[in-house]
């Protein structure tokens, strides 16, 4: 037996075992659109696999985890997924910061930070999007000036997911004054429980609130709390935004194909599998799920290689589009049923809170137009944008 199927073996055992009892009822419970369900029992669940050392599985295991091959975190993300299994609360420090303090952190951070990730004891958000910037992250103008042991920061940060449940947020500021674009951005973990940070929930078409506006008015963060050099936040802003990309897709996929399967099945149930048209969008939206899943595959390949190729970068884009268009599938699948809500005042069905929230995945981590630019200008080599 290969290490990988004794790795996938080990997984799918622990979670067959460990998802029972209390643990029971959490099985499809959050992820994107439904953040807000049983938020504190999952947090349990995850507390409960960081004991069992089922917490950052791929980190080295000189930081905590179990230095898991490229090859068994997909087979964990993976049976994580066909089990069911509730969806993270930390995956945002254990998937995005971790990897970044371990590749540019100090020795210093690493101690104080990695540990706690690696247990769920400390939630992180993401402090990158503003009203003015968007996803033009160097137009960022958030700022942070030095005040003796202590960076002060002053702006605002727009939709930025779980902020309402962390503890930190990494924020890229401005903290060389004077400075454009890229140039002059500083990588700064800011405490959000503080003076000075004022979190306001935004509502959203599902009448949930993942996202947030975060405000800085003189927050306070330790200066040994910069990441990299002051004016190089660009290089490890980017850095996280690669770790983004990473294993957890191929896991992702499979909730998309439960999602398809489920979509299939309410056609055949209620008759709508009989239009020619249907059955068209149905295939096609199959074909689309194999697509994505082979081109992450090609993508983890070039990880593995250490040059991702330029599936990475269509990645996004072609599973943000495949997962909006099953909504509106599904949303035609329900036929006249789908305009009642499930009861009052605002009680969302599964199939009108997936068709609502998947249009945000055109959105979110880059919308589909900076896709785009990114793809034209960097993958392709075409002329660049003009801009003012």
Known sequence: MSDVEQFRREIRSW????LTGEFAALRGRGGPGREHEAHAERLAWERHMAAAGWTCVGWPKEYGGRGATLEQQVAFHEEYALADAPAHVNHIGEQLLGPTLIAFGTPEQRARFLPRIVAAEELWCQGYS?????????????RAERDGDAWVVTGQKV???LAHEADWCFVVARTEPGSVRHRGLSYLLVPLDQPGVEIRPIVQLTATSEFNEVFFDGARTHASHLVGAPGDGWRVAMATLGFERGVSTLGQQVGFRRELEAVIDLARRNGAADDPLI?????????GLETIRFNALRMLGGVAAGAPGPEASIGKIFWATWHRELGELAMEVCGADGMLAAGEPYDLTDWQRLYLFSRSDTIYAGSNEIQRNIIAERVLGLPKEVRP
């Open 279 to 287: 059955r068209d969008r149905i295939a096609r939206a199959w074909i």
């Open 15 to 18: 979670l067959r075992s460990h």
């Open 159 to 161: 939709w930025t997911s």
């Open 130 to 142: 503003e009203p003015d910037a968007g996803s033009d992250l160097a137009n960022v103008r958030t």
